[in-house]
């Protein structure tokens, strides 16, 4: 049993996930922004912690993530600005870091993008924006020398899982649901071994399992 904070409780992958973590016996606290949202996140088993972290510097979140053992990461601007983009899949992340270095917390989650999504494409200035900050905020993490993973999905789907994924290092670019993102994320979270990692994700032809288990460096 791990106490896991999710920083994104109410998104997409975020709220497939917390039932998923608490079935699994972990207690989860999530972050959400509106009062009006925490009576859904209870009613969910999950602790509710309000702050919005486009206000948090880093200090007021190292506050609310003290006492757990890892921090998932699956926030997003969702295209709301450049300014938002910036705090939230950017600074969000790096604060992220520096709150789990006070909080003396090891294990680090954190939802990014897969480098390739709209390649071959006429991107719009906005995403392009998005995929730098992303891949800027994993490279911060990556050198952070916690036992971060970084889980890069395709493009989401607003579908629940059937656990039939490409899961591994390197993935051909698709579309992923967001039920099958959160159960990897589940499944990570149950591997503690798995750490270090930068792993990306689609919907595919392999049981999840399968897939978690073949990353297990030998
Ligand atoms: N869309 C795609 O195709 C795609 C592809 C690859 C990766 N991703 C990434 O996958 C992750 C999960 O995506 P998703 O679809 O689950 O996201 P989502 O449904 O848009 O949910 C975003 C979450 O972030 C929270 N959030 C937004 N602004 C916040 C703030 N200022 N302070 C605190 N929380 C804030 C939202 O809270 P509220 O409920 O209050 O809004 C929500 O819980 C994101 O990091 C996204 O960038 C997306």
Redo the contacts with the bound molecule.
Sequence with gaps: MARIFL??????????LAPMLIHAGHDVS?????AE?AEDLRAAGVTPVQ??????DAKALGYAVAGHDAIV????????GPE?TA???GH?PVKMIEAARAAGIRRLY?????PE?GRGTEVKHGFEL?MRT?KEADAALSISGLDWVIL???????EDGDGMVALSRAVTYG??K?GN?AQTLAALIDRPEIRQEILELTDGNAPLADAVDALVRR
């Design positions: 920083i994104g409780a109410t998104g997409g992958v975020g709220h497939r999530g972050l959400h922004r509106k949202q702050g919005d972290l486009m206000d948090m990461f699956s926030a997003g601007a969702a295209g709301s938002r705090e939230i899949d969000g954190l939802v990014s993008a897969m999504a998005y992303k890069r999905p395709g493009t989401l789907l607003d579309t992923v967001r993102v």
